[in-house]
T-cell receptor
Framework: KNQVEQSPQSLIILEGKNCTLQ??????????LRWYKQDTGRGPVSLTI?????NTKSNGRYTATLDADTKQSSLHITASQLSDSASYIC???????????????FGTGTQLKVEL | GAGVSQSPRYKVTKRGQDVALRCDPI?????LYWYRQALGQGPEFLTY????????KSGLPNDRFSAERPEGSISTLTIQRTEQRDSAMYRC?????????????FGEGSRLTVL
């Protein structure tokens, strides 16, 4: 069964510090991996999308890495801000050989809280 | 429409009642996903469609849950004989294509509360 596991489940850091969130997946065959930020009560907002051939992608203070061999991804947040407090969700897409398109498998998310 | 629209935004119902949640994706989007998120929990995949075809319904918790997208556009998620454990935010997302790394657009969700 395809799974996406994220760690840590929750994290508290001080403003200005860096942090790294992890995403391990067993989805196969792999198509792409997305990181989303979800503020409380809001819908997810896309941060990065990476395909098999991409190792790293940045979006401002967010940098995502992908190791398709070990099936691991990380999201690094630099110089955290209070507004970074949110749930971060990893979503992995497979390739449906039957031509039915991609199925998305959602991770359970990491809840990040940035404090003063 | 300009974005993914879901209705109702809030639904409070008594245990045992049926509810229907609607998702109107962005016009022309091929793929439509349903997932739910209980309070304080991560998202849980329910089902998805390409056009009108339901590709995977393995995430539907039991046979009280069903979904359809008869014309390949608007989708309805129906929960029969609701139970308190069905309370969650039900979200819909759509994508222009069925494959690749295309952007996924999310609706604001329908918050269901079963008393």
């Amino acid at each position: 069964k395809n799974q996406v596991e994220q760690s840590p489940q929750s994290l508290i850091i001080l403003e200005g510090k860096n942090c790294t969130l992890q995403c391990n997946y067993t989805v196969s065959p792999f198509s792409n991996l997305r990181w989303y930020k979800q503020d409380t009560g809001r819908g997810p907002v896309s941060l990065t999308i990476m395909t098999f051939s991409e190792n790293t992608k940045s979006n401002g203070r967010y940098t995502a890495t992908l190791d398709a061999d070990t099936k691991q991804s990380s999201l690094h947040i630099t110089a955290s801000q209070l507004s970074d407090s949110a749930s971060y969700i990893c979503v992995v897409s497979d390739i449906m050989v039957t031509g039915g398109g991609n199925k998305l498998t959602f991770g359970t998310g990491t809840q990040l809280k940035v404090e003063l | 429409g300009a974005g993914v629209s879901q209705s109702p935004r809030y639904k409070v119902t008594k245990r045992g009642q049926d509810v229907a949640l609607r998702c109107d994706p962005i016009s022309g989007h091929v793929s439509l996903y349903w997932y739910r998120q209980a309070l304080g929990q991560g998202p849980e995949f329910l089902t998805y469609f390409n056009y009108e075809a339901q590709q995977d319904k393995s995430g539907l918790p039991n046979d009280r849950f069903s979904a359809e997208r008869p014309e390949g556009s608007i989708s309805t998620l129906t929960i029969q004989r609701t139970e308190q454990r069905d309370s969650a935010m039900y979200r819909c997302a759509s994508r222009r294509t069925s494959g690749g790394a295309g952007e996924l657009f999310f609706g604001e969700g329908s918050r269901l509360t079963v008393l």
